[in-house]
């Protein structure tokens, strides 16, 4: 399972970083990084690369935590549980420290933007899956059919 959470991660990290840059590029005017994090870091190269790192372990994060679906014994509405609060709670110390929020009301913001994308990736997924369940037991039936018309 570590080996699984440790891919997901190298996926997840340069996915982190391009969501990142394509979100700085839409809200700073086409620059890479905050004002805030520049004045924080003190150079422009130095919040660039510390975004980058930062956005990259966000991103895998998130991703790491897609193998709670693959433990067996534990139900979906506890894997989709976990896997949310691993995501909402890393999420606002990152977002502030990186200058992409400064008010409580830009963290709740994104918090219910978070949650509705994750809520709706969820259910495109539980919805797919459930496709692929109804699919695979009719073919099962199928089958079960034929040998049985088979063998009388």
């Known amino acids: 399972m570590l080996m699984k959470a440790?891919?997901?991660?190298a996926i997840g990290f340069p996915i982190g970083i391009l969501v990142s840059l394509a979100i700085s590029l839409l809200s700073y005017d086409g620059k890479l990084v905050s004002d805030v994090l520049v004045a924080r870091v003190g150079s422009e190269t130095g919040a660039l690369v510390l975004d980058l790192v930062l956005s990259g372990i966000f991103g895998a994060i998130c991703m790491a935590g897609t193998v709670f679906y693959e433990i067996?014994?534990?139900?979906?509405?506890?894997?989709?549980?976990?896997h949310y609060v691993?995501?909402?709670?890393?999420?606002?110390?990152?977002?502030?420290?990186?200058?992409?929020?400064?008010?409580?009301?830009?963290?709740?913001?994104?918090?219910?933007?978070?949650?509705i994308c994750f809520f709706l990736i969820w259910l495109f997924m539980y919805l797919r899956y459930r496709a692929e369940v109804r699919e695979l037991n009719e073919l099962n039936a199928r089958q079960e059919q034929k040998q049985k018309d088979g063998t009388e």
């Open 86 to 115: 691993l995501i909402i709670l890393s999420f606002p110390p990152l977002a502030l420290f990186l200058g992409w929020v400064s008010k409580p009301s830009e963290i709740l913001i994104m918090t219910a933007s978070q949650t």
């Open 6 to 9: 440790l891919r997901r991660c």
């Open 72 to 82: 067996e014994h534990w139900s979906l509405a506890k894997a989709t549980f976990l």
